[in-house]
Nanobody, 125 residues
Framework: VQLQAFGGGLVQAGGSLRLSCATS????????MGWFRQTPGKEREFVAA????????YYADSVKGRFTISRDTAKNTVYLQMNGLKPEDTAVYYC???????????????????WGKGTQVTVSS
């Protein structure tokens, strides 16, 4: 499964960025997709997930209320709107898709996944 992530960059604390992840129509229509992030020396951590209908979303506590995951059916694209960014949000962000269709958004962390290339997000204080 091909996943293409875009939208990283440098922003000041309190600012906003939107990440995008495009994939195939088949994956977009049947698979849970989400975002993870990783900083040097740390394990990749879950950020947010959305199901194939767009009706269910799930967030890490650290981003709840600040980040919003959404999807555009016409573009087969999943977005991560990041508001109120903090320096601790600095990381490489990865888009992911559950390899199996009709999975659980709360189990994306442990599911077998396909990954897109990461995009760097840097938040300056």
């Amino acid at each position: 499964v091909q996943l293409q992530a875009f939208g990283g960059g440098l922003v000041q604390a309190g600012g906003s960025l939107r990440l995008s992840c495009a994939t195939s129509r088949r994956t977009f229509s049947t698979n849970v997709m989400g975002w993870f992030r990783q900083t040097p020396g740390k394990e990749r951590e879950f950020v947010a997930a959305i199901d194939w209908t767009g009706g269910k979303t799930y967030y890490a506590d650290s981003v709840k209320g600040r980040f919003t995951i959404s999807r555009d059916t016409a573009k087969n694209t999943v977005y991560l709107q990041m508001n109120g960014l903090k320096p601790e949000d600095t990381a490489v962000y990865y888009c992911a898709a559950d390899r199996n269709p009709y999975g659980s958004i709360v189990l994306l962390t442990t599911a077998l996944k396909d990954w897109g290339k990461g995009t760097q997000v840097t938040v300056s204080s």
